[in-house]
T-cell receptor
């Protein structure tokens, strides 16, 4: 069965320090992996995606993620946090089998950025 | 501007009163889907559609209906809403090619009393 586990429900960093949001996935076949961000009272915005090309994926707003098949991980990082990064982040997997288009969401990680 | 538009943004209704949440996309996307977001449960798929007149159940379809008569529209219908359908709902769409991420609407916050 496919699943996504975000290892931290809440992460707090100071402005200007690195961000690490952890995600592990379980998928029987080659999945596509995504990170989405949700700002308060807003919809979900795609940050970046992995679709079996380069394992280091660069996204918007300085975020990047590395796909590590051996560790079944897809952690999201940013070298220097900005106040505007405070939001909820979702790691998402789309299983490689079938063509249903279904997305499986992690529980979300709330990122707090302190001044 | 390429977008997914949901209406209404906020809705309070009473148990048993039929309602429809509309979703429209202007990107000519084949795939559309509905999700509900609940605290501690993340987002769960309700229904999805691979193209016009092709729909199928997601993980939590009970109490919901959908239709896809036109490519751009994918309304979510609650025939007899109940309080356990109080939630934040998102519509999403993507092109037919499987490597694309979804574009999400801004959400509809539904309260059933």
């Amino acid at each position: 069965a496919q699943s996504v586990t975000q290892l931290d429900s809440h992460v707090s960093v100071s402005e200007g320090t690195p961000v690490l949001l952890r995600c592990n996935y379980s998928s029987s076949y080659s999945p596509s992996l995504f990170w989405y961000v949700q700002h308060p009272n807003k919809g979900l915005q795609l940050l970046l995606k992995y679709t079996s090309a380069a394992t280091l994926v660069k996204g918007i707003n300085g975020f990047e993620a590395e796909f590590k098949k051996s560790e079944t991980s897809f952690h999201l990082t940013k070298p220097s946090a900005h106040m505007s990064d405070a939001a909820e982040y979702f790691c998402v997997v789309r299983p490689g089998t079938g063509n249903t288009g279904k997305l499986i969401f992690g529980q979300g990680t709330t990122l707090q950025v302190k001044p | 501007e390429a977008q997914v538009t949901q209406n209404p943004r906020y809705l309070i209704t009473v148990t048993g009163k039929k309602l429809t949440v509309t979703c429209s996309q202007n990107m000519n996307h084949e795939y559309m889907s509905w999700y509900r977001q609940d605290p501690g449960l993340g987002l769960r798929q309700i229904y999805y559609s691979m193209n016009v007149e092709v729909t199928d159940k997601g993980d939590v379809p009970e109490g919901y209906k959908v239709s896809r008569k036109e490519k751009r529209n994918f309304p979510l219908i609650l025939e007899s809403p109940s309080p356990n359908q109080t939630s934040l709902y998102f519509c999403a769409s993507r092109p037919g090619l499987s490597n694309y991420g979804y574009t999400f609407g801004s959400g509809t916050r539904l309260t059933v009393v």
